[in-house]
């Protein structure tokens, strides 16, 4: 009969704090819903279902987070949005 030892190791874990933002689109009386559609779909990897829920989220409540991610990911999609003439921020 043998005998096997379980060895229980103690790991230390470093964790990183990663701090999450959100791109805010804001209602505009300018821009289509099919265009803020596309741009949804083009700039954010939306949905197409996506991206109708939020341009109706944004048309009646005036704003909707529409991605969430670490800012440098963010930052040049917020970008391609506001040159693409929607209105938007990081936040």
């Known amino acids: 009969m043998s005998t096997k030892e379980k060895i229980q190791e103690e790991v230390d874990i470093l964790e990183q704090e990663v701090h ?5 689109l ?3 009386d300018v821009n289509t819903f099919d265009f803020v ?9 939306h949905s ?3 991206a109708e829920q ?5 048309h009646f409540k ?30």
């Open 26 to 28: 804001y209602n505009d």
């Open 62 to 91: 005036g704003k909707c987070a529409v991605k969430t991610g670490e800012f440098e990911e963010l930052k040049p999609k917020c970008t391609n949005l506001l040159n693409l003439g929607l209105s938007a921020e990081i936040i």
């Open 37 to 45: 559609i596309d741009c949804l779909i083009k700039v954010c990897q």
């Open 48 to 50: 197409a279902e996506q």
């Open 20 to 24: 999450l933002h959100e791109i805010i």
């Open 54 to 58: 939020c341009a109706y989220l944004v």
